[in-house]
């Protein structure tokens, strides 16, 4: 059996009782990344990770590195039962994911998802806004397939590094003014740090890490206006 668990968007604090019982009951488990705050405590307690960090590094593009995963966890699962852990919830923006879901399938594995707590609930935390308000969800980098909503607000993921950062500035500069004010939104800074408005011009100059978003507001009628 593979199990796929959620870590929560930082801190073990948001983990759900669930994942966490899974996490701490098994043996090793198998990570996307080492570089996240809850494996961090949760190693902090004995628990026994190993990461698939390896493979990004050595990877030429993300495609590769989520098939490499879905295959390592695939021909581990067929050993014996397997936690595969990964950040946010298991179904929020993990491709590797839905390689796993889908070749369980094929193959007959058994397969349990374990959830928690997404970076979209805690980013709408960090904001202060309800999903009631509108809220389109992007992947950086698929920005170049699926353009943002002017009318909407937009929280854009995986804003890893400042290269990335770059190519979500400039896909923004086509739709909104490059002094609009935009919110960069850090999952794993101290609680006062977590949140800083910038205009967007600027996005590309600030630090990122895997734990970034942005979120950028909706636009009034006006602004539409005078952008337009």
Do not use: W
């Not at 050595?58 to 021909?75: L, R, W």
């Not at 879901?101 to 806004?129: D, H, K, N, P, V």
């Amino acid at each position: 059996m593979i199990k796929i668990v959620g870590l929560g968007p930082s801190s073990s604090e948001h983990m759900s009782v669930g994942a966490y019982r899974v996490i701490r009951s098994a043996p090793t488990v198998f990570v996307r990344t080492a570089r996240h705050p809850a494996v961090e405590d949760l190693a902090a307690e004995g628990v026994t990770f190993e990461s698939m960090d390896a493979i990004y590094d050595s990877s030429d593009t993300f495609d590769e590195v989520y098939a490499k995963i879905a295959d390592k966890i695939i021909q581990e699962a067929r050993k014996g039962d397997v936690v595969y852990a990964v950040p946010g919830h298991p179904l929020v923006g993990e491709s590797a994911v839905r390689i796993l879901i889908r070749e369980a399938r094929r193959i007959g594995l058994e397969l349990e998802l374990i959830g928690s707590e997404s970076f979209i609930e805690a980013s709408l935390e960090m904001i202060e806004i309800g999903m009631d308000e509108g809220l389109k969800i992007l992947d950086a980098l698929s920005l170049n397939r699926f353009a943002v909503d002017t009318d909407l607000g937009n929280l854009i993921y995986q804003v890893y590094d400042r290269a990335i950062a770059s190519d979500v500035k400039l896909a923004l500069m086509e739709h909104y003014p490059d002094d609009y004010e935009i919110i960069l939104l850090h999952g794993g800074a101290p609680p006062d740090e977590r949140t800083k408005t910038i205009p967007l011009f600027m996005l590309d100059r600030c630090d990122c890490d895997h734990l970034t978003s942005v979120y950028v507001p909706p636009m009034s009628q006006d602004q539409i206006a005078s952008d337009s």
